[in-house]
């Protein structure tokens, strides 16, 4: 029998036609034309997106640059900060509706999402408390005479930002919080898979008090709209999460005015399991560094790496625990894992399914889509794959859906050469009782965000970047705030 969720009335869909967000107003696509999304919990229409183009990207572009020459960038450090608890207040206060617009929008389970609460408002007042911390410095100089010579910043201007699917509801506030706590102005391109949560945190500030024209959302796809802001002459700086081939055409974009871009991207990040690990603690938490997110995470650690001695402890250890993982449907308060966010998605994964067990990889657990219940909805169940190599497409090529692929190694030196045999640089964790094992780990892996016995863990105080082909610049940390500014070298003769 099928079991159904009724889902709570949400105000915010009582409308189901979304216009961009421009100016504090709602407003349609110039040319009239909409987009669909679906929710993929059961594959229902959801609700109809305004379509960006060209012409409505400029007419953001236009509203964010007048706002930023206005009065909002000379608001004083201290206002800024007020201004940005009473955003923190109207967010917690409206928390549970954004988590539940994410739920329906991009299927992460209603369980998951409602656990962002508290990591988000710290993001906001981490950003809020960096809106009375930057500034220049005075600095001695040798010139000849006498004179006086410091650094002042400014903030950048209009700041351009184009985020993916999987976690809209932080996503946003990396360049949000940046954006606030500068004096900069934004114009923001929610992924055409999730748009609704950017949407209503959009109408949301306004009501806090950021002035209208400071946040603007363009809604619609990314050849067009995204197309369109990362190659307008008038935005400063591009902030893209996103994909690497996305990330490629960006930078390529950004040439036209020389903007600054921070291009956070892909990852197929090793995941490493010595002998000496506790399994205890290695078994669910590799599992999970994997699945969390149904695998629509960047830094998940889909290649684990497990010491040839225990590999067959390991393994089966590892596809019990997999096969006990609740999939459900989103709304199911029992839920741990839910769909991949669409039909398209399901089918790419389905496919790489097909690939590893074409490339001789041993299915341990899965490799298929939900059916009964969920049949509707996107869903695939948790799949490991075990006796993989390095080589194969499924160790090599990012699939971003809940696949883990298990490849045994010999030696330390031999494990940590396979971790960094990837051109991706996101993320990567080892699980060791031995601390040389574990900081060789740490120096040798080059990867931006590395964990030992643990997995995916975040602190907006640390921030993180990706190097090699997962991209650069930095999300949160105190180098977060300093890509929305620009330095002025000030020199004042005394005489
Ligand atoms: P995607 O690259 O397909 O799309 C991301 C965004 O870019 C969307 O808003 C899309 O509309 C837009 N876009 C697409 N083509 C464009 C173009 N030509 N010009 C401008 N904009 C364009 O990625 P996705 O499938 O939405 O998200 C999944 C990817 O994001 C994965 O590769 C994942 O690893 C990555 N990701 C990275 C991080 C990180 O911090 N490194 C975080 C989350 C996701």
């Known amino acids: 029998m099928t079991q159904t969720f009724t889902t709570p009335a949400v105000k915010f869909l009582e409308k189901r036609e979304k216009d961009h967000f421009i100016d504090g107003q709602w407003r349609a696509s110039l040319s009239g034309e909409t987009i669909q999304t679906f929710s993929p919990g059961d594959g229902q229409l959801l609700a109809a997106l305004a379509r960006g183009r060209k012409e409505d990207i400029e007419a953001a572009v236009a509203v964010a640059r007048r706002t930023f020459e206005g009065s909002w960038c000379k608001l004083t450090p201290h206002d800024r900060y007020t201004l940005m608890l009473k955003v923190a207040d109207v967010i917690e206060k409206n928390f549970e509706e954004l988590s539940l617009l994410d739920t329906l929008d991009m299927g992460a389970p209603l369980t998951r999402t409602r656990a962002m609460k508290k990591g988000l408002l710290q993001t906001i007042t981490y950003f809020a408390a960096q809106a009375m911390n930057w500034g220049g410095m005075s600095v001695p100089n040798s010139l000849p005479g006498s004179f006086t010579t410091f650094t002042l910043k400014a903030p950048i201007g209009v700041v351009g930002s184009i985020t993916p699917w999987n976690a809209p509801l932080v996503s946003m506030w ?266 060789k780990f740490v120096h040798t892996v080059k990867a931006g965000k590395l964990w030992v016995n643990c997995y995916g863990h975040q602190d907006q105080a640390m921030g993180f970047s990706g190097t090699k082909q997962s991209g650069y610049g930095m999300k949160g940390g105190a180098a977060h705030i300093e890509g929305f500014l620009y330095e002025k070298s000030v020199c004042i003769n005394n005489d």
């Open 174 to 439: 990396w360049t949000m919080g940046g954006i606030l706590a500068t004096g900069c102005t934004g114009v923001i391109k929610p992924s055409e898979e999730a748009s609704l949560s950017t949407l209503r945190t959009a109408e949301l500030l306004v009501e806090a008090g950021v002035p209208p024209g400071v946040i603007n959302v363009v809604t619609g796809l990314g050849a067009e709209a995204g197309a369109a802001l990362s190659s307008h002459m008038d935005v400063d700086r591009i902030m893209f999460t996103g994909s690497t081939a996305t990330g490629r055409e960006i930078i390529r974009s950004s040439a036209t005015n020389m903007k600054r871009v921070n291009v956070e991207l892909g990852g197929k990040s090793p995941d490493i399991v010595f002998a000496d690990a506790d399994l205890d603690k290695a078994v669910p938490g590799a599992a999970m560094g994997v699945f969390n997110n149904s695998g629509q995470i960047c830094s998940a650690g889909t290649r684990v790496f497990v010491e040839r001695g225990i590999q067959e402890e390991f393994v089966a250890r590892f596809a019990e625990f997999t096969k006990e993982i609740r999939v459900a449907h989103p709304l199911d308060p029992q839920a741990q894992l839910g769909p991949v966010v669409s039909r398209r998605q399901m089918e790419r994964v389905l496919d790489y399914v097909t690939i590893g067990k074409e490339e001789g990889a041993q299915l341990c657990a899965g490799g298929e889509r939900i059916g009964g219940e969920l049949a509707e909805g996107y869903f695939v169940a948790p799949t490991v794959f075990a006796n993989a190599n390095n080589d194969m497409r499924i160790a090599r090529e990012e699939i971003f859906g809940p696949v883990a692929t298990i490849i045994p190694f010999d030696s330390v030196d031999e494990g940590l050469k396979l971790a960094n045999d990837t051109e991706y640089g996101l993320g990567g964790a080892v699980w060791t009782s031995n601390l040389s094992k574990a900081m």
